[in-house]
């Protein structure tokens, strides 16, 4: 990293594209989304229901809209595409020596649905590139990417936000960079949960031991993680229900990199299915990663992992 900060104006704006989809929208792509998400919706896979919602045919979920025209593991891009790289910005930050990269947030808009048979297309500008920030992580420039998403009509179909903060990581050694007596950076904490309306019956049944799920007044279905509107019934009419804690890893992953603190690598996170029915994302102990299974049974368990902050995570049944 040099002393100077360095002047990426010239990356700034730009408009690069089309960036093109290798498929049309289609039914598998949508079908297999639906499945991973668990969307029911049938305007997604049924033309009769679709046509009754006054569409002409299925329609993809919204939020697939990135997934059209996504590269993909190689490098090439589909025929008719720009060949540049959208994000050069970051290549040229990690020859200034910023190399680490992580995603930050990613705000989608729609504007109208797509289609069975839509092709679909992006372009691409740099929105925004900040000033040199320190941070937690390290020091860094937050680099804005804006995508506009249109059809083969040439209309717009959404928008995509997507920030990534490019830094030089603080050294894990604090021996190796020394720092004035007084100015160590402070340790970096666990992110605290947002307590609401909707999440405090949460949180608190955390500290109590409990693991605690919304029940919907309307259509009793069990839900999490906590929204204020049931998604079955839209009721908003709902009571904190107890639960017992024993599911089954319904899915899991591995966190590798980047190393995030405060958090352990390599990190195992879960998805449980609760005995209850819904299901809920959680750390999972005990295990290695190479022996977590779908289907494992596992248990909840409550553990303060920092002072003051209980956390629940997940952890498998004896003899299992
Ligand atoms: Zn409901």
Request: net charge negative; charged share 25%.
């Amino acid at each position: 990293m040099s002393d100077a900060t360095p002047d990426l104006s010239a990356y700034l704006g730009g408009d690069r594209g089309p960036y093109r989809s290798w498929d049309a929208v289609n039914r598998p792509m949508i079908r297999h989304w639906c499945e991973a998400l668990g969307d029911d919706n049938p305007i997604y896979h049924d033309a009769d229901a679709a046509r009754a919602a006054g569409f002409d045919g299925i329609v993809a979920p919204p939020t697939m809209l990135q997934a059209w025209t996504m590269r993909g593991y190689r490098e090439a891009r589909p025929p008719g595409s720009d060949t540049s790289d959208p994000f050069e910005v970051l290549v040229a930050l990690e020859e200034l020596g910023y190399p680490a990269v992580v995603a930050v947030n990613c705000e989608q808009e729609y504007t109208q649905y797509v289609g069975e048979g839509d092709t679909l297309y992006h372009r691409s500008t740099i929105e925004s590139i900040s000033e040199q920030k320190s941070t937690a992580l390290g020091v860094g420039f937050f680099v804005t990417e804006l995508s506009t998403y249109y059809n083969q009509r040439d209309e717009v179909v959404g928008t995509m936000r997507f920030r990534v903060f490019k830094f030089a990581p603080h050294a894990r050694d604090e021996a190796a960079a020394p720092v004035e007596a007084g100015s160590a950076p402070p340790a970096v904490r666990r992110m605290r949960p947002v307590r609401n309306e909707d999440t405090r019956f949460f949180w608190e049944g955390v500290e109590a031991g409990e693991l605690r799920v919304q029940r919907c007044g309307g259509c009793q279905t069990l839900r999490h993680p906590p929204s204020s509107a049931c998604p079955h019934c839209q009721s908003l009419e709902w009571t904190p229900q107890r639960v017992s804690g024993r599911g089954t890893v319904y899915s899991f992953v591995t966190m590798h990199y980047p190393e995030i603190p405060p958090f352990d690598y390599p990190n195992l996170i879960a998805l449980v299915e609760l005995e209850e029915g819904t299901r809920l994302v959680s750390n999972l102990v005990g295990v290695s990663r190479h022996d977590v299974r779908i289907g494992m049974p596992v248990q909840v368990e409550f553990a303060e992992v920092e002072p003051g902050f209980q956390l629940h995570q997940f952890r498998p049944l004896e003899g299992c």
